[in-house]
């Protein structure tokens, strides 16, 4: 956590290691050097030097956004998604993590505005990450139901610190399906929610604009008055 001229910058998203697994059956991220220190010595002058890294990683890894052409082949892609979706936007946190469903219903939001906000989803199953246990299919996801309420809200994004937003036994992915289709993306595999009031923060999200892509990792952070 770091101050900022507008409060304190809460860092949302989990670092991105060298063969790190973040979901069950997906490979790691493999980051290695184009161009070492040592190489680049003969191209320059005397006492000057880079490093020119490599990493070769699915789109899926860490702490990523998906946008509507991850499920849909004509939804806007990394290059098309509104960034105002994504950046500077007034923050929900929903905090379900005491409950003992594993699915996150309609209830979760009774009484909230999530019209024009980054809903952030807390369960706590951020605190598996790293370990066998998280990609669990015991983990909290949102229902159906909830999905078609909130993509009917319109909401400027949703996100989630569990291992997927669908419950991974349900091959419909009601979730991705309600949300992606209504133009919502969607944020998995966050972190540290519990660091967040409720309201009065601002998330910023934003991926690089890759054509033809429909996911990729974000820094995720909030600014926090």
Do not use: K
Not at 38 to 65: C, K, Q, W
Not at 154 to 181: E, F, K, Q, W, Y
Not at 183 to 201: A, K, N, Q, S, Y
């Amino acid at each position: 956590m770091t101050s900022h001229p507008r409060g304190r910058v809460v860092d949302l998203s989990h670092v991105v290691r060298h063969g790190m697994l973040t979901y069950p059956g997906l490979p790691g991220p493999e980051i290695g050097d184009y161009l070492t220190r040592e190489d680049s010595r003969g191209r320059y002058a005397p006492g000057t030097e880079f490093h020119i890294g490599r990493i070769t990683m699915v789109a899926n890894t860490g702490t990523y956004l998906d946008t509507p052409f991850h499920r849909l082949a004509d939804g806007e892609d990394l290059a098309q998604v509104d960034l105002s979706r994504l950046v500077d936007v007034p923050g929900l946190l929903v905090d379900v993590s005491g409950s003992p469903r594993r699915g996150i219903g309609p209830d979760a939001f009774e009484g909230h505005d999530v019209t024009g906000r980054a809903v952030l989803l807390r369960t706590g199953w951020d605190r598996h990450w790293g370990g066998p246990s998280y990609g669990d299919p015991g983990h909290p996801f949102l229902t159906a139901d909830a999905a078609a309420l909130l993509a009917d809200r319109r909401p400027a994004v949703v996100g989630i610190d569990s291992v997927n937003i669908d419950d991974m036994a349900d091959g419909l992915r009601p979730a991705h399906t309600a949300l992606l289709t209504a133009g919502v993306p969607i944020i998995e595999h966050l972190r540290g929610l519990d660091r967040l009031p409720h309201t009065g923060f601002r998330l910023h999200a934003a991926p690089v604009a890759v054509s033809g892509m429909g996911t990729f990792p974000v820094r995720a952070y909030a600014l926090v008055p």
